[in-house]
C-alpha cells in the first residue's frame, strides 16, 4: 500500500544551521506530496505542497522538490531559526478515493 | 475567523465512560475527519466525512462513532472509554477530498485511567 518514510528523529540544531529532513514514498500512480507543520500546542498546518515530479514547493523559507526517480520530497531550509522548532511531517495523496497518509513526524529543535 | 475548533482541550476518563468531543468548523468544508496523535505513531484516520449525511471508516475506527448531521460539525464519540484510547485528538477539514490542505483543529488531549 501507499505509505511515507521519514528520518528518524529527533533533530536538533543550532540557529543558521542548514536543515535537511529525509521523506521516501511509496505510491502506485502520481500521488501529491506535502510537509505539515506543528508548533507546540497547536494543530498541524500545512508548510509546502508539490503535486507532480520535479515541482517544488515552497513557504518560509522551507523548499522541498518532488523527486519521482528517488521517491523522495526531502525537506530543506537553509538557515533555521529557533521559531522552526516544531514537529514535521511528510504526507502523501495517492489520488481519488483515496485518503491522505502520514509520516511518523521528526521533532525538531533549534537552540539559540 | 476561527477556522476548525475543538472542545474540551483536555479530558480525563474512568475506564467505561462514554463522551463526545467536539468539533466544528466555519469555512464551509465539505470534508471533516478526525485523527489520533500517539508517540512513534504518527497521525491515524480514525473516521471522515465527504458531506453532511455521509461518514466513512478510517485505518483504527473501533471503538469511536462519528455523525455529520451538518456541514459545519462532526462530533466524534467514544462509546465505552479504555486506556489505549488516550492519546491526542485532532480534528480537521478542507474543501474537498482531494489534495486540498487539510484544516486542524489544536487537538484534545484525552486520557482514560
Known amino acids: 500500500g501507499d505509505s511515507v518514510t521519514q528520518m528518524e528523529g529527533p533533530v536538533t540544531l543550532s540557529e543558521e544551521a542548514f536543515l535537511t529532513i529525509n521523506c521516501t514514498y511509496t505510491a502506485t500512480g502520481y500521488p501529491s506530496l506535502f510537509w505539515y507543520v506543528q508548533y507546540p500546542g497547536e494543530g498541524l498546518q500545512l508548510l509546502l505542497k508539490a503535486t507532480k515530479a520535479d515541482d517544488k514547493g515552497s513557504n518560509k523559507g522551507f523548499e522541498a522538490t518532488y523527486r519521482k526517480e528517488t521517491t523522495s520530497f526531502h525537506l530543506e531550509k537553509g538557515s533555521v531559526q529557533v521559531s522552526d522548532s516544531a514537529v514535521y511531517f511528510c504526507?502523501?495523496?495517492?489520488?481519488?478515493?483515496?485518503?491522505?497518509?502520514f509520516g511518523k513526524g521528526i521533532t525538531l529543535s533549534v537552540r539559540p | 475567523n476561527a477556522g476548525v475548533t475543538q472542545t474540551p482541550k483536555f479530558q480525563v476518563l474512568k475506564t467505561g465512560q462514554s463522551m463526545t468531543l467536539q468539533c466544528a468548523q466555519d469555512m464551509n468544508h465539505e470534508y471533516m475527519s478526525w485523527y489520533r496523535q500517539d508517540p512513534g505513531m504518527g497521525l491515524r484516520l480514525i473516521h471522515y466525512s465527504v458531506g453532511a449525511g455521509i461518514t466513512d471508516q478510517g485505518e483504527v475506527p473501533n471503538g469511536y462513532n462519528v455523525s455529520r448531521s451538518t456541514t459545519e460539525d462532526f462530533p466524534l464519540r467514544l462509546l465505552s472509554a479504555a486506556p489505549s484510547q488516550t492519546s491526542v485528538y485532532f480534528c480537521?477539514?478542507?474543501?474537498?477530498?482531494?489534495?486540498?490542505?487539510?484544516?486542524f483543529g489544536n487537538g484534545t488531549r484525552l486520557t482514560v485511567t
Open positions: 504526507a502523501l495523496y495517492p489520488g481519488a478515493n483515496s485518503k491522505l497518509t
Open positions: 480537521a477539514s478542507s474543501y474537498s477530498r482531494a489534495d486540498s490542505p487539510l484544516h
